[in-house]
Nanobody
Framework: QVQVVESGGGLAQPGESLRLSCTAS????????MGWFRQAPGKERELVAS????????YYTDSVKGRFTISRDKAKNLVDLRMNSLKPEDTATYFC?????????????????????WGQGTRVTVSS
């Protein structure tokens, strides 16, 4: 049974940092690209960042470029999202997801439909 579990959400003030972590079990981690999505109240879920199976060519949505960093640890089946210089508009529930990309080792998926397995989400609130 595949499980994707997020951790690390919470409350931060504007300008502060948070780190989100995601572990994936029940799958061959090396076969999957990983992504972080977020959904704010009343808004559609959007891709924040994704990372290929090899860790190359990470993708970031424009609003987080230069502030967020996605990384993966093969040994721990772990993908992190480090969020710096947080803004109130970063407030959302953040979801981790896995996309099987066996034939595209350096591809970081963009579409939600690319992702097969999803976590339950972790809440991030940025407020003073």
């Amino acid at each position: 049974q595949v499980q994707v579990v997020e951790s690390g959400g919470g409350l931060a003030q504007p300008g502060e940092s948070l780190r989100l972590s995601c572990t994936a079990s029940g799958l061959t981690f090396d076969d999957y690209a990983m992504g972080w999505f977020r959904q704010a109240p009343g808004k559609e879920r959007e891709l924040v960042a994704s990372i290929s199976r090899t860790g190359r060519n990470p993708y970031y949505t424009d609003s987080v470029k230069g502030r967020f960093t996605i990384s993966r640890d093969k040994a721990k089946n772990l993908v992190d999202l480090r969020m710096n210089s947080l803004k109130p508009e970063d407030t959302a529930t953040y979801f981790c997801a896995a996309a099987r990309t066996s034939s595209l080792p350096n591809y970081s998926p963009r579409a939600q439909t690319d992702f097969e397995y999803w976590g339950q989400g972790t809440r991030v609130t940025v407020s003073s």
